[in-house]
C-alpha cells in the first residue's frame, strides 16, 4: 500500500500508543466508550484516533482496530453483514 499511511506508533508519558484512522461516527463512539481513545495526536481529529492502554482496550480491539484503518487507507470494503 504505498504512499497510504494506516498506522501511527508513539509514546505518551512512556505508554505506547496507537494512531488509527476510523470513521468518524465509529470514532465518536470509541471515545464515548473509552476514556483512553482519544482524538488522533497529530492528525485530523475527526478522522483518526489515538488508543492508549487502559481499560477496555484489549488487543482484540487494537487489532480490529488496525485491520479497520488499513481498509479504509486501502480503500477496501467490507461486505455488509
Avoid: C, N
Wanted: no cysteine.
Amino acid at each position: 500500500m504505498r504512499g497510504k499511511v494506516f498506522l501511527l506508533m508513539t509514546e505518551t508519558r512512556g505508554e505506547p500508543v496507537v494512531i488509527v484512522k476510523a470513521h468518524p461516527e465509529g470514532a465518536r463512539a470509541l471515545r464515548d466508550q473509552h476514556e483512553d481513545i482519544m482524538p488522533g495526536h497529530y492528525l485530523d481529529k475527526v478522522h483518526w484516533i489515538s488508543v492508549g492502554p487502559g481499560r477496555g482496550v484489549t488487543k482484540r480491539l487494537v487489532d480490529d482496530l488496525v485491520q479497520g484503518s488499513y481498509d479504509l487507507a486501502s480503500d477496501r470494503r467490507k461486505p455488509s453483514a
